[in-house]
């Protein structure tokens, strides 16, 4: 019975993600896109909070956890259709931004833990190993996502979907567009 109920949660989550992220991309025209990447900023810390300490079990002996299931999924569909909405310059926008700001926090997190830190409360610490772990999993899902979502969109796009071999030559792509973004234009191979 609590597997059922496990699977009807996950589903009412799914659907709610979708409906408000989904109304907030197609809002996208009246208040802009930020307001659809602030919102994708911020799932991406309780995806990974809660990767990290919650699972359920589902039917058939699957456990799972409702960040990794429902948000990190819900994550790359939601880019995908920002993808066949705008292009791929767009898509790149929140990746970047949550790659340089989960940076951020795994150094601002190793900054903090030289402070000396006061305990308002007895027993009730600040847990710096906790931290590490969230900024470490922040980091990781991030560049999991960046190449999910370059291997997407190099998948779908018209040079490499139509083509059997086209699946192999992704990589090439996936290595191509990463070092394009980052500058390094002087590969003369690099046809992406």
């Not at 991309?25 to 990974?48: D, N, P, Q, W």
């Not at 370059?150 to 996936?174: N, P």
Request: charged residues 10%; hydrophobic residues 55%; aromatic residues 14%.
């Amino acid at each position: 019975m609590a597997e059922l109920k496990n699977v009807l949660l996950l589903s009412a989550d799914a659907v709610l993600y979708f409906v408000v992220l989904a109304s907030l991309l197609r809002a996208r025209t009246r208040i802009g896109l930020g307001a659809f990447f602030c919102a994708l900023g911020v799932m991406h810390f309780l995806e990974t909070y809660l990767a990290s300490i919650l699972y359920v079990s589902l039917p058939f002996g699957i456990v799972t956890s409702p960040g990794s299931t429902v948000l990190f999924t819900g994550k790359l569909m939601m880019l995908l259709l920002l993808y066949i909405r705008e292009d791929a310059v767009v898509v790149r926008q929140p990746i970047y931004g949550l790659l340089f700001g989960n940076v951020l926090l795994f150094a601002l997190a190793y900054l903090m833990r030289h402070h000396t830190p006061v305990s308002l409360k007895p027993g009730r610490g600040a847990d710096f190993a906790f931290l590490n772990e969230m900024g470490a999993l922040m980091v990781w899902g991030t560049a999991i996502l960046f190449f999910d979502c370059i291997i997407m969109i190099c998948s779908t796009s018209d040079r490499v979907a139509g083509s059997a071999i086209g699946y192999f030559r992704v990589w090439h792509y996936v290595v191509c567009w990463c070092l394009r973004s980052i500058r390094w234009r002087s590969l003369p191979a690099c046809t992406c």
